[in-house]
Structure formats: C-alpha cells, structure tokens
C-alpha cells in the first residue's frame, strides 16, 4: 500500500517534499527504502531515497509474559496514556519525546539520564528478537540490522505523578517554533548550546531558518525555511564551533538526502543515514 505525504505539514521542522511513501503492513519490506516514524529528528531532503512508514497493524500495547509489548508505529501519547492507566512507571518522559517508539528505540531517545533503553526488554526486527544486552547503544544512538517492528519492556509498577511534572519542567526552555529536537548532540561534558552561542550563532537566521534565540542548539523554521537553509545553518555551526574550541558536534537530527550520505570530509559532513 502507499500513500502521500506532505513533509511540510507532517515533518515537525516542517520541511520536505511532498511524495508517495510505502505503507508496510507486514515484516516484509523493501531494502532500499528508509523507515520513517513520526519524523521529529529527520531533515528530508529534495534527494531523498524512497520512504516507508509503518501501518496500523504495529500501533498496539499488549502486556504477555510479564512484559509490556508495544508496537513499533505505537505514539509516544498513547504509551504514555496506557502506563499511566495501568500504574506502570518509567514512561513519564514520553510527553517530551514526540514520536512513535520505533523512531524512539532507533535514536534511545531520553532526557539526561533516563532513556528508553533503560528498562528495555528486547527488540523485534525481521531477524527476530534481539535482547537489549546484545544491542550496542548509548546517548542517543543505536546499533542493530533491520526495522523495530516491536519493543519489550519490563514491567515496573508505580506511576510517578512527580516525575512527569519534573520532565515537564526539564524543558521549559524548548523554543515553540517548529524544529526537529535538539540539532546536535551534545559533545562529551559540554553542551551543544553552549558552543553554538560562543560562537556567535545564537539567532543567526539564514532565509527562513535560525538557531532559535531561546535555546541555541535548535534548529527552528521561522518563515518557510528550506532543506538548503537548514543544511547552510548546520554546515556553518560546525565549522565555526570546530574552529574556535577544536570540537566537532555531531548531528543528532538525521539529514535523509542522498548528497549527504557517507560524506567523509569533517567540514561537510553532516550525519549519514
Ligand atoms: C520539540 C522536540 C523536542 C524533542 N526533544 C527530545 C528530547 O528531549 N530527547 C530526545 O531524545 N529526543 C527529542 N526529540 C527528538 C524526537 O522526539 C525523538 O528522536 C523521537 O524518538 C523521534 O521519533 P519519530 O517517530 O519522530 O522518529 P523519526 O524522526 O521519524 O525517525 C528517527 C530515526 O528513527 C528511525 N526509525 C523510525 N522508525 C523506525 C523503526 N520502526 N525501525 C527502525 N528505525 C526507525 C528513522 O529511520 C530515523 O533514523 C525532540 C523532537 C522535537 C520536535
């Protein structure tokens, strides 16, 4: 099955083309599409590879053998809503993190210290379960073959009201203009922010897009700002934080157009998908 879908409306920093993606509906799908969740840390650009999306058949919470088994295509709030339902803790974080739990899993999506590998039980791919000791991962990045079709949790009981205000606290200070999360992650003892304000890009606006005035390391779109704008804008952050502190930072929203796939130059490079 297919369907179209305008990335300016669907993409939270509200870029992309406008195109058919493959809806799939089983454990089978084609090898040289690229997977999309709800595309809150993507930047989609004009030579992107074909897309896929997962269907409705992998948006579903089931509790067997004493683990909470959820569906790749399951939404952050959805999640959040059974766990708060059914006395479950360790999801509070969820109303901070947009997107489906595959994007989630794929990225160890978190705040500070809390990840959502934490209490992950294991992964479901097309080659079959993977436990979460077998699966390399840290702050914010992931190592496995293949498409989450399902995730596995442990079982934790005990909703914390209080942690859900703390997280909700935790990011007042998140600009409300469409972005696609933190821009890039923040290198080992520093903050990405921190470099970029240094720098001297706090603000900088290129055409429609900026490095918000709020909180330096996200990338907002202000006024109808394109794919070259944002690539400008990240291209220019890495390259003057390199050269005034010696620190390369890292992409963490993933630039999905063939141009930047690969690319080896640490002055070009922006993050290969
Ligand atoms: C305002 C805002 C605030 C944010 N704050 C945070 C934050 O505090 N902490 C944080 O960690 N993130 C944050 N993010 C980023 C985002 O919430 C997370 O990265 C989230 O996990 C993305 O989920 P998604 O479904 O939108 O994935 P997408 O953006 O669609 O995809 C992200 C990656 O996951 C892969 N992927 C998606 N589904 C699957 C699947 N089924 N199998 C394999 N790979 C898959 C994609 O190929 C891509 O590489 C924020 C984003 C926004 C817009």
Known sequence: MKKTIDFTKHSSIKIGPQT??????????PKDHYMLGQCNNVLIGPQ???LMVLGKEFDYIKVENGLLCVGAAT????????????DIRHFELLPKLPGNLGGMI????????FEIFNHLHSITTENGELLKKDIPHGYRWTDFEGIVFE?????????????????????????????????FKNPEGDSAGRLIQEAGLKGHRIGGMAF????????????KGTFEEAIELIQLAQKSVYEKFD???????????????????????????
Request: glycine share 6%.
């Open 247 to 273: 620190v390369w930072l890292e992409n963490e929203v993933i630039v999905v157009d063939e141009r930047y796939k690969g690319k080896e130059s640490p002055l070009l490079q922006t993050r290969t998908f």
């Open 48 to 50: 992107h590879p074909p």
């Open 20 to 29: 058919e993606v493959s809806v799939i509906q089983d454990k089978t799908y």
């Open 212 to 223: 918000s005035e709020k909180h330096a390391n996200f990338l907002v779109n202000l006024d």
């Open 106 to 113: 794929k990225m160890n999506a978190g705040l500070k210290e």
């Open 151 to 183: 995730a596995k949790f442990e079982i934790h009981k005990g909703f914390n009201e209080a942690h859900l205000e703390m997280f909700k606290k935790m990011r007042d200070n998140q600009p409300i203009d469409p972005s696609a999360g933190s821009c």
């Open 75 to 86: 939404p952050g709030g959805k999640l959040l809503s059974f766990c708060k339902k059914h």
